[in-house]
Nanobody
């Protein structure tokens, strides 16, 4: 079955960095676009960044442009999100999901990112 396991979240001070990882199994990873979708308490799922199956095409929302970078290693079936210049508004549970942006079929269990001094 499809499994997506996120890691790398934590508590970081404003201006700091984190690198999230998502280990995928149970499906042919290279055939799927993947996305990072955050969810803050009381809010629905959004999305911050997406990448196509080959890793060539990416997209992100304006609020993270220049700060977050999505990438993938298809040999390792792993998705990444490098998060730099973090600010408190980035605090969320971050989920990796199959599909592009809002078009998701499977999600992981999420990893908490908290940006606070």
């Amino acid at each position: 079955q499809v499994q997506l396991v996120e890691s790398g979240g934590g508590l970081v001070q404003p201006g700091g960095s984190l690198r999230l990882s998502c280990a995928a199994s149970g499906f042919t990873f290279v055939n799927y676009a993947m996305s990072w979708v955050p969810q803050a308490p009381g809010k629905g799922l959004g999305w911050v960044s997406a990448i196509n199956g080959g890793g060539i095409s990416t997209s992100c929302v304006g609020s993270v442009k220049g700060r977050f970078t999505i990438s993938r290693d298809n040999a390792k079936n792993t998705l990444y999100l490098q998060m730099n210049s973090l600010n408190p508004e980035d605090t969320d549970v971050y989920y990796c999901a199959t599909g592009w942006a809002y078009s998701n079929d499977y999600w992981g269990q999420g990893t908490q990112v908290t940006v606070s001094s």
